[in-house]
């Protein structure tokens, strides 16, 4: 839910003095709401209806060991700068950065109903952002060696624990086989893929429709689980 308080512009000025700015997780928010539902998932194991992306950028570790180090971090800030604007264009949540790879969440704290159908949104604006990305910086003679660099995406939809986990550090993160599953995904997608589940297609057939799924063997799963490449 959205709430009455101007995040932008002049008007924001007075609510900033008291400390009350965009949070960094979600800018749609600030950092009250960010607070209050800071505190209620030290509840735990409270249960939502979410939908998952991770996406890794693919190459990135390669790059590493032949550009500078300016560079690769320039490449890594843009990796990030580019996804969040991209998952907070569709409400999502940025909950992890981790290395070279992101964890989003799509309908918390500001709930929506087409959550899914969201996260695959986003799942496309980051591969176009950060194309243009790539072009841009080949544009301006940034070499990258020839590495192929790129995003793979995975995306889940389901319900999942919500809350801190962990005693001597409490992390802030969703759990749980959805969470698991979008990984998983994510760690098989190509450079440039973005592999769904079945029940993201199910629950975003607007932006799925066309897409094509088939077997995979991921690990930590027994059985294959059934992916679409969109």
Request: aromatic share 6%; proline share 4%; charged share 25%.
């Amino acid at each position: 839910m959205r709430i009455p308080v101007p995040l932008r512009g002049p008007a924001s000025i007075p609510f900033r003095a008291f400390g009350i700015r965009p949070s960094r997780m979600n800018p749609n928010t600030c950092t009250i709401c960010e607070l209050m539902f800071t505190r209620v998932m030290k509840a735990r194991k409270i249960t939502v209806d979410v939908s998952v992306l991770f996406a890794d950028l693919r190459g990135y570790t390669a790059l590493s060991q032949s550009l500078s180090a300016d560079t690769v971090s320039s490449l890594l800030d843009d990796f990030y700068d580019e996804c969040a604007a991209a998952i907070w264009e569709f409400d999502g949540l940025l909950n992890k950065t981790v290395g070279d790879a992101i964890m989003a969440i799509f309908n918390f704290p500001i709930p929506h109903q087409d959550h899914a159908e969201r996260a695959v949104l986003a799942a496309r604006e980051i591969q176009r952002r950060c194309q243009l990305r790539r072009e841009l910086r080949l544009a301006e003679g940034v070499g990258l060696d020839g590495g192929e660099l790129g995003v793979g995406i995975g995306i889940d939809t389901g319900e999942a624990s919500f809350g801190e986990f962990g005693r001597s550090h409490r992390d802030l993160t969703a759990i749980g086989t959805v969470v698991n599953t979008a990984a998983r995904a994510q760690s098989a997608a190509e450079a440039g893929r973005i592999l769904v589940t079945r029940a993201v297609c199910e629950r975003a057939q607007s932006q799925t429709a066309a897409s094509e799924g088939r077997e995979y063997r991921l690990k930590g799963f027994e059985k294959p689980i059934e992916l679409y490449a969109i």
